[in-house]
């Protein structure tokens, strides 16, 4: 079965901190593609990056960066130098290598940047 | 249209009421998806349409809810006999075929009274 687990329900940070978003995600898949959504208060959920498991650098999208490790089964989100815009709830998520797939999602973690 | 589209945005509906809500995918994206967001939760996979396969139900909670997909575009997600805790986000999303990259309409509300 597919699972994805982000531990971290809230976070908290002041602008110009960084913060990373945990990810952890159970497959018995060898192939499998694991994504990052973004949802501002605003309710729509915003695409960030997907990643196929075959596909381990890291990537970086300005104050972005995604660290992706098979052997802990771990997608690590980063934000650096946080903005009050970044403030929304981050969803990790997970499917299969199959059209017939379902894309499986975390419970999310809300991350508030201050002032 | 550009994006996913979902229709009302929001529907206030009484208990033990019917309601329908429409997904109009991206044209050409087969696949259709439908999850449900409750408030300060996760996304719950309800039902799954894939081009001309039989859907995968496996996540409607129950007999009252059901989906169809006319014509391999719009959809309709119907909830009979609504109740409380069927309050929530309903997220339509659809993908080509083949493709990872789904994209997400602005949901509906809906709120049961």
């Known amino acids: 079965a597919q699972k994805v687990t982000q531990a971290q329900t809230e976070i908290s940070v002041v602008e110009k901190e960084d913060v990373t978003l945990d990810c952890v995600y159970e497959t018995r898949d060898t192939t499998y593609y694991l994504f990052w959504y973004k949802q501002p208060p605003s309710g729509e959920l915003v695409f960030l990056i997907r990643r196929n498991s075959f596909d381990e650098q890291n990537e970086i999208s300005g104050r972005y960066s995604w660290n992706f490790q098979k052997s802990t089964s771990s997608f690590n989100f980063t934000i650096t130098a946080s903005q009050v815009v970044d403030s929304a709830v981050y969803f990790c998520?997970?499917?299969?290598?199959?059209?017939?797939?379902?894309?499986?999602f975390g419970t999310g973690t809300r991350l508030q940047v201050f002032p | 249209g550009a994006g996913v589209s979902q229709s009302p945005s929001n529907k206030v509906t009484e208990k033990g009421k019917d309601v329908e809500l429409r997904c109009d995918p991206i044209?050409?994206?087969?696949?259709l998806y439908w999850y449900r967001q409750s408030l300060g939760q996760g996304l719950e996979f309800l039902i799954y349409?894939?081009?001309?396969?039989?859907?995968?139900k496996s996540g409607l909670p129950s007999d009252r809810f059901s989906a169809e997909r006319t014509g391999g575009s719009v959809s309709t997600l119907t909830i009979q006999r609504t109740q409380q805790e069927d309050s929530a986000v309903y997220l339509c999303?659809?993908?080509?075929?083949?493709?990872?990259?789904?994209?997400f309409g602005s949901g509906t509300r809906l709120t049961v009274v």
């Open positions: 998520a997970l499917t299969g290598p199959y059209n017939t797939d379902k894309l499986i």
């Open positions: 044209s050409g994206h087969t696949a």
């Open positions: 999303a659809s993908s080509l075929p083949g493709d990872r990259g789904y994209t």
């Open positions: 349409f894939q081009g001309n396969s039989a859907p995968d």
